[in-house]
C-alpha cells in the first residue's frame, strides 16, 4: 500500500493571492549539480557560490518568471549546489489595462504551484538540452507565505546568507 503524501499547502489559502512567498526547490535526490561553494578571495573572503552551466540556468529562469509573468516581482534568490531559495511576489498592481481592448485585460495570474511548475518545467528542459539528461528536481517544492516584513527580512537575510552556511544546511549532503 503507498503512503499518502502529506499535503504542503495551507488548507484553503488561495496562492494566486497578492503576497510575498518564501520558496525553496530541491534537486532530486539533492545531487549536487548547481555549482559549488568556494572561499572567497581577496577583500571578501566568505564562502561564495560558484555557477556551473546547469547553475546559470537556473538562475537565469528564475529572472524569467518575471518577464514572463508582469505581476511576478522577484526578491532574494540565490541558487545553491542542490537547491534554490528565493522570494516571489505575487503582485497585480503590476498589470496594467482591464478595458475592451483584448490586449489590455488583464492576465490570468497563475498560482505559486503553476509558476514554480513553470519555472521547474523550463530549467530542467534547458538543462537537458545541454546534455544532462539525468537531471530532475524533487517532487513539489517548500513555500512559506510571508506575513510581515519582519519576516521578509529575517527570510530575505537567509537567502542572502545561505552560501556563508553552507556546511551546516540541513540540504548539505557530505
Not at 26 to 48: A, K, Y
Not at 89 to 98: F, P
Not at 143 to 151: A, W
Request: hydrophobic fraction near 35%.
Amino acid at each position: 500500500m503507498m503512503k499518502e503524501r502529506k499535503p504542503n499547502r495551507l488548507k484553503g489559502y488561495d496562492y494566486s493571492s497578492d503576497n510575498l512567498y518564501f520558496v525553496t526547490s530541491c534537486v532530486h535526490n539533492r545531487i549536487c549539480c548547481f555549482g559549488e561553494i568556494i572561499v572567497g578571495t581577496g577583500r571578501d573572503p566568505s564562502l561564495q557560490m560558484i555557477l556551473n552551466e546547469w547553475g546559470t540556468i537556473a538562475k537565469n529562469q528564475w529572472y524569467w518568471l518575471s518577464e514572463q509573468y508582469p505581476y511576478v516581482i522577484l526578491h532574494a534568490f540565490v541558487v545553491m549546489p542542490n537547491h534554490i531559495h528565493g522570494i516571489i511576489e505575487i503582485n497585480r498592481e503590476h498589470v496594467v489595462g482591464t478595458g475592451r481592448d483584448p490586449s489590455l485585460r488583464q492576465p490570468k495570474i497563475k498560482s505559486l504551484s503553476e509558476l514554480i511548475g513553470a519555472y521547474k518545467t523550463t530549467v530542467s528542459k534547458q538543462i537537458h538540452l545541454s546534455g544532462f539528461m539525468e537531471f530532475q528536481w524533487q517532487r513539489s517544492f517548500y513555500e512559506n507565505i510571508i506575513r510581515d516584513e519582519k519576516s521578509f527580512k529575517t527570510i530575505s537575510d537567509y537567502i542572502l546568507n545561505n552560501p556563508n552556511n553552507w556546511e551546516q544546511d540541513n540540504l548539505h549532503i557530505l
